[in-house]
């Protein structure tokens, strides 16, 4: 699909603030791909689509988890987790988008995973540190991302599991398997606390 079509098509289903947030994320995840030699294309129609269904309605989104391959267990965890899952299915769905990496990428750009790959990188990252986004830390992530993709996901996973911790909300498995993957990858950030 052209990306000018796929803007067209994800527009009408976000707010103008999340429409805005999706381009910038789309430049980002430009950029990220150039960078570390990732498909350009893939990139920017992953990120155009990512928060696609961050909009349905919860008895939607309940419906398709319930109904199709993905994990039930997202019932059991906030439904902020369910739009990336829902959107990799929906794409698919209703507009043939069948690319297993796009799929994928969109499918774990909230939470992460253990075993990333690096569109799926990618696509978190640019989620993390498009120029709109202003939580602590993001400056030092943003200045890492443009010389390690992989450390730069491990300080994004950090410190999103401490936000969540210090909110005493519950964190999805595959949001710990992120960190824990990560952690291992770059060695715990320092080679210290790498087992
Ligand atoms: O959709 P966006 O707002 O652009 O960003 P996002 O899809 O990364 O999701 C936003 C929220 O999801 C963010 O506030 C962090 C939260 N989140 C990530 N992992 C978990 C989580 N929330 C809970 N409760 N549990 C998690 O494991
Ligand atoms: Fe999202
Ligand atoms: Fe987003």
Redesign the pocket.
């Known amino acids: 699909m052209k990306i000018d079509e796929a803007i067209r098509i994800v527009e009408p289903h976000l707010t103008q603030k999340r429409f805005e ?1 999706t381009l910038r994320v789309k430049d980002t995840a430009i950029n990220l791909a150039k960078l570390y030699d990732e498909s350009i294309e893939k990139a920017e129609l992953a990120a155009v689509f990512h ?1 696609y269904c ?1 909009y349905r309605s919860l008895d939607e989104m309940e419906r398709i988890i319930k109904t199709t391959s993905l994990p039930k267990d997202l019932l059991n ?2 439904h ?2 369910w ?2 899952p829902v959107a990799s299915v929906l794409i698919d769905q209703e507009y043939g988008i069948d690319d297993g990496e796009i799929k994928q990428a969109i499918y774990s ?3 992460g995973r253990a075993n990333m790959s690096k569109l799926e990188m990618i696509i978190f990252l640019a ?1 993390y540190i498009e120029p709109g986004r202003d939580f602590p830390g993001v400056v030092d992530v943003r200045e890492t991302a443009k010389k390690d993709l992989v450390l730069a996901c491990w300080m994004a996973s950090k410190n ?1 599991i401490s936000f ?1 911790m210090k909110k005493n ?4 498995p595959d ?1 710990f398997y992120a960190y824990n993957d990560l952690t291992k990858r770059t060695n715990g950030g320092n080679g210290i606390y790498g087992k």
Do not use: N, R
């Open positions: 947030h928060d961050k965890f906030h902020e987790l739009h990336g750009h909230t939470t989620d999103t969540l909300a519950t964190i999805y949001t």
